[in-house]
């Protein structure tokens, strides 16, 4: 596996063969910058040398390890934006990290074809950090997925976060792990036949540590606000450069097989993102890696050529308004059909693709009927989904087993990239709750009212003594709640869905998983009200028919072809019981 030449890259420090360190900053209108190490060779205070367009660099004798920062001539001492590991949170000082001392063990690592995934999304610091995920690895393994999904892990103000209030997006947490310790995980997951995908943010920054504002204004509209403050102004080249060297440097010195984009309709340039798809593939070369979107935009062009998929949260409103009928707040855009609106979300992707969304109040969407099944990440829940809701609720604190058993299959067993979140493959019922470990107490504050001022507008919590119990973000106790518990995994309903979603996957491995390449669709129908039937061509000829039932009637399903793979609940022949679930496959040749 090759390796980006250091001087590839325009931000961060960069070791150079003769012992030295290039450190390079992007400050326009700074009248100077003065670079401090604070041990080593070069111990004390440099002035840097202005470049054109606004830069500054000095190459001097600092190890790996050496701590530094920033001197800005009209304001503040900082950590390096482009940081590679900090000491002292983020607000420290910035470490020098040399990216070629790791010795890798899996230099031979391929990964698998995307439309094979299956993803197992997970939180690094609920999991114990780096070390405590290796840990899980052999578990992971067995389980049958086949990619694990980070959520962020940059560096973050405080001891706890989700990750999504990163500001220093080159620099792994200290609260989870240092640089080696995440290529190690990194690469036992590779050694265990894992790849590893990293959640990354390029819309916004956290509301702590970001100094970027002091650095350089100019990385920032003032005509185009987010709901997290000002949009960040990719019309500036060094700009977009900061962020497409950070996708590559994720994939190449810590060997991500993948990256997912956070809530990239949130970012304001149209042509930022096709530009670091076709930089990142370049850097790249002939290794595969995968690049995943979130956008509430739907918009299906962006699949077509530059991104391989999307997280597709329509596919997993219509399964939770179905188990749980629940229909506040956007779930309301899925209140009427829904049964209908899964069909269209298993067979052309997208539910909008066009329509009015009565919840945001503008159309939405492109059609997206003419891309692949694995263009489409569905999930049963993920992250936001259960860590949005007030009181982090689980689907299986939520719905019935029997109910969430019909549509882990419908999951597991339509050709669409199917994603778990840590705990679905035991159903787990302990919360995922929003959390922060914000140290300014201001801030903390802020933040937990904020969040309960959110939710006033439910049903639920008009009540102000009912909202005054939605937990508090920053208290240690909302983290220890979120995670999980493996004593819970060993209770007699966890064991048997564990056994449930564990045959699942073993079954897709062995006999879907080789054949979803080039994978088109046959037909669709609704089965009454809340039931659907639909048939795929899968990419050696074989035909996969996949039924359910997700209501509490029974309904008449027309025979699948080809031989019963896999069935949840009451399941015979033209007919599903209520809540059930089943999938048939043909052999290519019939």
Same mark, same amino acid.
């Given at each position: 596996?090759?390796?980006?030449?250091?001087?590839?890259?325009?931000?961060?420090?960069?070791?150079?063969?003769?012992?030295?360190?290039?450190?390079?900053?992007?400050?326009?209108?700074?009248?100077?910058?003065?670079?401090?190490?604070?041990?080593?060779?070069?111990?004390?205070?440099?002035?840097?040398?202005?470049?054109?367009?606004?830069?500054?660099?000095?190459?001097?004798?600092?190890?790996?390890?050496?701590?530094?920062?920033?001197?800005?001539?009209?304001?503040?001492?900082?950590?390096?934006?482009?940081?590679?590991?900090?000491?002292?949170?983020?607000?420290?000082?910035?470490?020098?990290?040399?990216?070629?001392?790791?010795?890798?063990?899996?230099?031979?690592?391929?990964?698998?074809?995307?439309?094979?995934?299956?993803?197992?999304?997970?939180?690094?610091?609920?999991?114990?950090?780096?070390?405590?995920?290796?840990?899980?690895?052999?578990?992971?393994?067995?389980?049958?997925?086949?990619?694990?999904?980070?959520?962020?892990?940059?560096?973050?103000?405080?001891?706890?976060?989700?990750?999504?209030?990163?500001?220093?997006?080159?620099?792994?947490?200290?609260?989870?792990?240092?640089?080696?310790?995440?290529?190690?995980?990194?690469?036992?997951?590779?050694?265990?036949?894992?790849?590893?995908?990293?959640?990354?943010?390029?819309?916004?920054?956290?509301?702590?540590?970001?100094?970027?504002?002091?650095?350089?204004?100019?990385?920032?509209?003032?005509?185009?606000? *987010?709901?997290?403050?000002?949009?960040?102004?990719?019309?500036?080249?060094?700009?977009?450069?900061?962020?497409?060297?950070?996708?590559?440097?994720?994939?190449?010195?810590?060997?991500?097989?993948?990256?997912?984009?956070?809530?990239?309709?949130?970012?304001?340039?149209?042509?930022?993102?096709?530009?670091?798809?076709?930089?990142?593939?370049?850097?790249?070369?002939?290794?595969?890696?995968?690049?995943?979107?979130?956008?509430?935009?739907?918009?299906?062009?962006?699949?077509?050529?530059?991104?391989?998929?999307?997280?597709?949260?329509?596919?997993?409103?219509?399964?939770?308004?179905?188990?749980?009928?629940? *229909?506040?707040?956007?779930?309301?855009?899925?209140?009427?059909?829904?049964?209908?609106?899964?069909?269209?979300?298993?067979?052309?992707?997208?539910?909008?693709?066009?329509?009015?969304?009565?919840?945001?109040?503008?159309?939405?969407?492109?059609?997206?009927?003419?891309?692949?099944?694995?263009?489409?990440?569905?999930?049963?829940?993920?992250?936001?989904?259960?860590?949005?809701?007030?009181?982090?609720?689980?689907?299986?604190?939520?719905?019935?087993?029997?109910?969430?058993?019909?549509?882990?299959?419908?999951?597991?067993?339509?050709?669409?990239?199917?994603?778990?979140?840590?705990?679905?493959?035991?159903?787990?019922?302990?919360?995922?709750?929003?959390?922060?470990?914000?140290?300014?107490?201001?801030?903390?504050?802020?933040?937990?009212?904020?969040?309960?001022?959110?939710?006033?507008?439910?049903?639920?919590?008009?009540?102000?003594?009912?909202?005054?119990?939605?937990?508090?973000?920053?208290?240690?106790?909302?983290?220890?709640?979120?995670?999980?518990?493996?004593?819970?995994?060993?209770?007699?309903?966890?064991?048997?869905?564990?056994?449930?979603?564990?045959?699942?996957?073993?079954?897709?491995?062995?006999?879907?998983?080789?054949?979803?390449?080039?994978?088109?669709?046959?037909?669709?129908?609704?089965?009454?009200?809340?039931?659907?039937?639909?048939?795929?061509?899968?990419?050696?000829?074989?035909?996969?028919?996949?039924?359910?039932?997700?209501?509490?009637?029974?309904?008449?399903?027309?025979?699948?072809?080809?031989?019963?793979?896999?069935?949840?609940?009451?399941?015979?022949?033209?007919?599903?019981?209520?809540?059930?679930?089943?999938?048939?496959?043909?052999?290519?040749?019939?």
């Amino acid at each position: 596996m090759t390796q980006a030449r250091p001087l590839d890259f325009a931000f961060g420090p960069l070791p150079r063969p003769d012992g030295g360190t290039r450190f390079r900053l992007w400050a326009p209108g700074q009248p100077g910058v003065t670079l401090e190490c604070r041990e080593g060779p070069a111990a004390g205070t440099h002035p840097m040398r202005s470049e054109p367009d606004g830069w500054w660099s000095v190459t001097l004798p600092a190890p790996s390890g050496t701590r530094y920062r920033f001197h800005l001539g009209n304001g503040p001492t900082v950590p390096d934006p482009a940081s590679q590991a900090q000491d002292g949170d983020v607000d420290g000082w910035s470490v020098v990290v040399d990216h070629h001392a790791y010795r890798w063990q899996n230099d031979g690592w391929t990964t698998h074809p995307w439309p094979q995934s299956v993803i197992y999304e997970l939180h690094a610091g609920a999991m114990g950090g780096f070390r405590g995920i290796m840990a899980e690895l052999p578990r992971l393994a067995a389980l049958g997925v086949n990619t694990i999904e980070l959520m962020p892990v940059n560096d973050f103000a405080g001891a706890r976060n989700w990750g999504y209030d990163g500001v220093l997006p080159y620099a792994p947490d200290e609260a989870y792990g240092t640089p080696d310790d995440l290529k190690a995980l990194v690469d036992a997951a590779h050694g265990h036949g894992l790849a590893v995908m990293l959640d990354v943010v390029y819309n916004h920054f956290g509301p702590a540590g970001n100094y970027w504002h002091s650095i350089a204004p100019d990385f920032f509209r003032k005509d185009k606000p *987010t709901p997290w403050g000002d949009a960040i102004d990719f019309r500036e080249a060094p700009v977009r450069d900061f962020f497409i060297e950070n996708a590559i440097f994720w994939l190449t010195q810590y060997r991500f097989d993948g990256l997912r984009l956070d809530a990239v309709h949130a970012i304001p340039d149209p042509s930022f993102l096709p530009e670091l798809s076709e930089r990142v593939r370049a850097a790249c070369g002939s290794r595969t890696v995968y690049l995943v979107l979130e956008n509430e935009n739907n918009d299906a062009s962006l699949l077509e050529t530059s991104f391989d998929a999307q997280w597709n949260d329509d596919a997993h409103h219509c399964l939770h308004v179905l188990l749980t009928g629940e *229909t506040d707040a956007y779930y309301a855009d899925y209140a009427d059909r829904p049964a209908g609106k899964l069909l269209r979300a298993l067979t052309e992707g997208f539910v909008y693709q066009g329509e009015v969304s009565a919840n945001l109040g503008h159309a939405r969407g492109q059609k997206s009927g003419h891309l692949p099944p694995s263009a489409f990440v569905n999930a049963l829940q993920n992250h936001d989904q259960v860590g949005n809701r007030a009181m982090g609720e689980r689907i299986y604190s939520l719905a019935s087993g029997e109910a969430t058993r019909a549509a882990l299959l419908v999951l597991l067993m339509s050709p669409a990239v199917p994603m778990l979140f840590m705990g679905d493959e035991y159903g787990s019922r302990r919360p995922f709750l929003f959390f922060t470990g914000f140290p300014d107490p201001d801030l903390a504050q802020a933040v937990r009212e904020g969040r309960r001022k959110e939710f006033a507008r439910f049903a639920a919590f008009t009540d102000p003594e009912r909202r005054e119990r939605i937990p508090d973000p920053n208290h240690p106790d909302t983290f220890a709640a979120s995670r999980p518990d493996a004593a819970e995994a060993g209770q007699p309903e966890q064991a048997a869905m564990a056994a449930h979603v564990s045959g699942l996957l073993k079954l897709r491995a062995a006999r879907l998983a080789p054949r979803l390449a080039g994978t088109t669709l046959l037909n669709g129908a609704m089965l009454g009200e809340t039931g659907l039937r639909v048939q795929w061509r899968l990419g050696d000829g074989a035909v996969l028919t996949l039924a359910a039932q997700l209501g509490p009637r029974a309904v008449e399903c027309p025979p699948g072809s080809g031989p019963l793979l896999a069935s949840s609940g009451d399941v015979a022949e033209g007919r599903l019981g209520p809540w059930s679930a089943a999938a048939w496959l043909s052999d290519p040749a019939l």
